[in-house]
């Protein structure tokens, strides 16, 4: 069973970690923080009340749950980031955040899964929250090294705290959105989350990636040079460790296998030029979808009326 209750964080101070106090200060919520958690919930018990399907009633209501929770520390990490002497406690959420995310999955993995296999969008989604969760906590708690942080600076420990908050906030908003678009299709997420700048910025940086990618593939296309072909893969990771995350999580694994699949020919000398092509292929794909978006509707006038797979985002 998934717990309810936050229990208090009182860590105890790294001598390390230079600035930070010993008491833990918890800071209320925003106004702003406040509106978006209660449209938030609003907007779940709205969907949630008019599930008829009594077990998909119950675990969608436990993710959506869970993912409110989330966004309440969150709201907190994100308060902290303006004073430095809160580090200890954020990083201490962050714990909490990873653990609760686990929980999350087992719980996604081992009922409601099960309870969704009549309903493949339903499914789709998630499968699709499972691997997106799962893959952010393998890159901030593994690959990121949040833990074991305290025997940096304190700069640093605030770059990595700042940098995890930031993937966590997309990870769950995304998770939160899909889901609930799964019930209301026409759920204006950028409304829902009162981001729209925010994603704006977010969709304008992946079309800028996408395309500068793009160009560079072009060229490898043209030009199999190995220089070439090295600066071709250095790109490919950048965007699968950066802008990526920016997609909504379908493309992802699509996006990892292709990239893979490159990365592998290129590092093996053998012909990469089919690959390529393939690779292209979906990265113009992706690009045409991610000018659809509807932050973007002033941007690419001309893109179409917009896609419903990228509303979202």
């Known amino acids: 069973m998934m717990s309810t209750v936050l229990a208090p964080i009182t860590p105890e101070p790294d001598p390390q970690l230079e600035l930070l106090s010993k008491e833990v200060v918890v800071d209320s ?51 902290n980031l303006h004073k430095l002497d809160t580090l200890l406690e954020s990083l201490s959420l962050l714990e909490v955040l990873e653990f609760e995310s686990r929980s999350l999955v087992d719980f996604i993995e081992a009922r409601a899964l099960k309870v969704a296999v009549r309903n493949d969008r339903l499914h789709e989604v998630l499968d699709g929250i499972i691997y997106g969760i799962t893959h952010d906590l393998r890159r901030i708690f593994e690959r990121e090294l949040v833990r074991g ?28 959105i ?42 490898s296309q ?30 992802w694994r699509g996006y990892e296998s292709l990239a893979l699949e490159v990365i592998t020919a290129i590092e093996n000398n053998l012909d990469p030029k089919p690959l390529l092509h393939r690779f292209l292929t979906f990265l113009e794909l992706l690009y045409s979808h991610v000018k659809m978006r509807a932050v973007l509707a002033e941007n690419f006038p001309y893109s179409g009326g917009g896609d419903s797979r990228e509303e979202e985002n």
């Open 29 to 79: 919520q925003t106004e702003v923080q406040r509106e978006v958690q209660a449209n938030l919930k609003n907007e779940i018990n709205r969907v949630i009340n008019g599930i008829d399907d009594p077990e998909v009633r119950d675990v969608s209501q436990t993710v959506l749950s869970e993912m409110l929770r989330f966004f309440d520390w969150l709201h907190r990490i994100e308060n």
């Open 222 to 251: 043209a030009n199999s040079d190995p220089d070439v072909l090295r600066t071709v893969v250095d790109r490919i990771l950048e965007f699968r460790d950066g802008s990526m995350h920016y997609l909504m999580y379908k493309d």
């Open 149 to 176: 942080v305290t025997e940096h600076s304190t700069p640093i420990v605030y770059g990595k705290i700042l940098h995890a908050h930031g993937l966590l906030t997309n990870c769950f908003q995304q998770s939160t």
């Open 178 to 219: 899909t889901l609930l678009q799964v019930f209301n299709p026409s759920l204006n997420a950028a409304s829902l989350f009162n981001d729209i700048e925010s994603r704006l910025k977010q969709s304008l940086v992946l079309c800028k990636d996408l395309s500068s990618l793009m160009r560079f593939v072009r060229l």
